[in-house]
């Protein structure tokens, strides 16, 4: 329910944003089955034994894999407004972040040996943290492809290659900052500020670019207007 909120949330929001709910929607499935195939597929690989250079080849991996969800969902359509890619890349990654829950719902399942009560935990704590993770990351992302993106076309350039190393970095601290604090301060104090720095600077970053895509709508809408 987390997930579906943060995404009605930006959608209510949008503007004079194109973007029609159905399309939002699909956006938020296909973002579900890239987690269901990265976290089968890719957990395996980078999560034992972790480190903090396969955390970052992980933050790689899983941005760029949900990015590809935002093109294949837009890529018959106008992609030249910010505000548009915002809420795809939010739609995205909230679908991908609620599979990625369920399959370690259901981890938690079969290694508690049939424990409800340890299924619902885990649900809960990662759906009452997803607003701080994979929907941001993808939102920003998006919303700077899209913004240096026209009409015919999607266009990389250096600032969309930054903007995809800034999320791969948030992603990678979310997974690893953790393991580097924790010999100091304690896993759980250690696990609560990785969660509150990486969380607010994600947020914040996403609450400029959400004030810019909506600057940006004003500054288009006498020339929309006029055709």
Not at 34 to 56: D, K
Not at 106 to 113: D, K, W, Y
Not at 171 to 194: D, E, F, K, Q, R
Request: hydrophobic fraction near 50%.
């Amino acid at each position: 329910m987390v997930p579906v909120a943060y995404v009605a949330f930006l959608y209510e929001r949008r503007h004079f944003s194109r973007l029609r709910m159905p399309t939002v929607s699909l956006a938020f499935l296909y973002g579900g089955l890239v987690g269901i195939i990265a976290t089968s597929y890719l957990g395996p690989l980078f999560i034992i034994p972790f480190n903090l250079g396969e955390s970052l080849a992980v933050g790689l991996i899983e941005e760029f894999a949900k990015i590809l969800g935002v093109l294949v969902i837009a890529r018959r359509g106008r992609h030249d407004l910010e505000m548009d890619g915002l809420i795809l890349g939010a739609a995205v990654g909230m679908g991908f972040a609620a599979l990625e829950s369920t399959g370690y719902a259901f981890t938690s399942f079969l290694m508690s040996s049939g424990s409800i009560s340890a299924t619902v935990e885990v649900t809960l704590f990662r759906g009452l943290l997803s607003p701080l993770g994979h929907g941001t990351w993808t939102a920003i992302l998006a919303s700077v492809l899209f913004r240096e993106s026209k009409d015919c076309c999607f266009r990389v350039n250096l600032q969309v290659i930054g903007a995809y190393l800034f999320v791969s970095i948030l992603h990678a601290m979310w997974n690893g900052l953790s393991l580097v604090l924790t010999p100091v301060i304690g896993l759980g104090l250690g696990a609560i500020t990785t969660w509150a720095v990486v969380g607010f600077i994600g947020l914040y970053v996403l609450w400029v670019r959400w004030r810019d895509a909506v600057r940006s709508q004003t500054i288009l809408l006498p020339q929309t207007e006029g055709e």
